[in-house]
């Protein structure tokens, strides 16, 4: 059974993965802060579990850019009503702020801070479903 802080790890390379497919090794690494060798034997664990697949260039370009790791969209959840949420949310907001300059001095001030809140609302949402999403992916393969 993996360590605790193993399932930390791979929790935070699909993290990354959701929000940024086709990565490298080195990218991977870089983005997380964990040296290359600990995100490779986390990577082949996770492409053994079927959770990754493998995306791999020609063989004179191997050297030069890596093989590309990316969700196995058979397991790959689908958020629609998140991203929803997260679209209405923002497109709100930012109406909110569109009709401030529109707006008389105090209908202003009191859109301003709605518009605010509707933003860091809908991107901690977002932060935190694709980090549930990584988990749920963990937890069943």
């Known amino acids: ?56 260039p020609k063989s004179s370009a191997i050297r030069k850019y890596g093989r590309k790791y990316y969700i196995n969209p058979a397991v790959k959840p689908n958020p629609r009503k998140t991203m929803f949420l997260m679209f209405f949310t923002v497109g709100l907001a930012l109406s909110g702020l569109v009709l401030i300059p529109t707006a008389p001095l105090a209908s202003s001030l009191l859109l301003l801070p709605s518009s605010v809140l509707g933003i860091l609302y809908a991107v901690q949402k977002y ?6 999403q990584a988990r749920l992916i963990l937890n069943s393969a």
């Open 1 to 56: 059974m993996p360590s605790e802080k193993g399932e930390n790890l791979d929790v935070k390379i699909i993290e990354y993965l959701l929000r940024n497919s086709r990565k490298t090794t080195p990218q991977i690494a870089k983005a997380i802060g964990t040296p290359t060798s600990t995100i490779e034997y986390r990577l082949k664990n996770l492409v053994e579990k079927g959770i990754l697949l493998v995306e791999t």
């Open 127 to 132: 932060i935190l479903e694709i980090r549930n």
